[in-house]
């Protein structure tokens, strides 16, 4: 494990006092989310990753599903009242949101965008989000993500 440093995510529920717990690994860049729920010594279901997608109205939208789920494009597009909506690309991350794939979080972007996460988490005592920086993971209660980035719960992977 590295030595702590604060991320913008953890400023930002610093800043609005929800209590979390970091937690950092080695990255390697061909690592899989099934991978780091491993190295974080926790089931798949629990750790979630943060995908960004653009809807036929050129609004962007935030989805939060867990790292083996898939997200459906379909359901995540009538979560958001959209027609239809798309995976952006790999290259527009990182302008947009201020984050590198691969150290999405659904917390503390540039803008806030309509965020959704799927319907799994709020069952769950803990879940794990990227702290905003590859090799950075958070650990947080469910309803303090959905609080913090501000989000609607919806049932949005595939099957």
Known sequence: M???EKTNVMRVLDGKKIPYESHSYEPDATMSGAQIA???GEPAEKVFKTLVTQGKSGAYYVF??????ELDL???????????????KQKE???LTGYVHGGCSPIGMKKQFPTFIHETAPALDKIF????????????A???LIKAAGCKVAEIAAE
């Open 129 to 140: 989000v990227s702290a905003g920086k590859v090799g950075f993971q958070i650990e947080l």
């Open 38 to 40: 491993g190295i974080l």
């Open 2 to 4: 590295k030595k702590e």
């Open 64 to 69: 939060v599903v867990p790292v083996e789920a």
């Open 74 to 88: 379909k359901k995540a597009a009538k979560a958001a009242g959209e027609k239809a909506v798309s995976m952006i």
């Open 93 to 95: 991350l990182l302008p």
């Open 142 to 144: 469910p309803a303090d």
